[in-house]
């Protein structure tokens, strides 16, 4: 597969070593109540799909002009950026967007991010970004007596509630 981050062609064996030697993923997201079980998640994903432990650094924060800060900040140092993936409103990115030289990694489209294709074209800014709402989260009401088999949200994809 091809994988656009590192330029090139790996195979599933080649994928899975990269991963197990970075090891790690540094990720500047907003603060959330969410955060360790966001960072479980990620994790357990890995492991499920990839068979590597990783561990996922999560930096929080409610300021996120302050990611950027950092970033500009190491890249004029000569030192790699602080972070491995940002997640940050459209304005931020916007901003990024334009430094020179250019802060931005193209990676997009991805086997590694394989969702990124779902989301409406509206939203996507491959190669360098797509959009998400965490805070956006649907609240999801049923009747437990008729459908009591809900017990993920993966579940929704039951087909016993087409038309329902």
Do not use: C, H
Not at 63 to 74: D, E, G, I, Q, V
Not at 113 to 137: G, K, L
């Amino acid at each position: 597969m091809r994988v656009p981050i590192v330029n090139r062609e790996m195979t599933r064996d080649e994928l899975i070593a990269a991963i197990r030697e970075e090891g790690s993923l540094v990720v500047a997201n907003w603060t959330y109540t969410a955060n360790d079980k966001i960072v479980e998640q990620f994790q357990k994903y890995v492991k499920d799909t990839y068979g590597v432990d990783i561990k996922l650094i999560y930096e929080g924060t409610q300021a996120p002009s302050t990611y950027l800060t950092n970033l500009y900040t190491a890249l004029k140092a000569n030192k790699p950026s602080p972070y491995d993936v940002m997640a940050i409103e459209e304005n931020y990115w916007a901003e990024a967007k334009l430094q020179t030289p250019p802060v931005l990694e193209e990676f997009l489209p991805s086997p590694l991010v394989p969702n990124a294709e779902r989301v409406d074209p509206m939203f996507r800014r491959f190669p360098t970004a797509v959009a998400f709402q965490a805070s956006a989260t649907p609240g999801i009401v049923y009747n437990k007596a008729k459908v009591d088999f809900l017990k993920d949200w993966k579940d929704l994809a039951d087909s016993r509630l087409k038309g329902n």
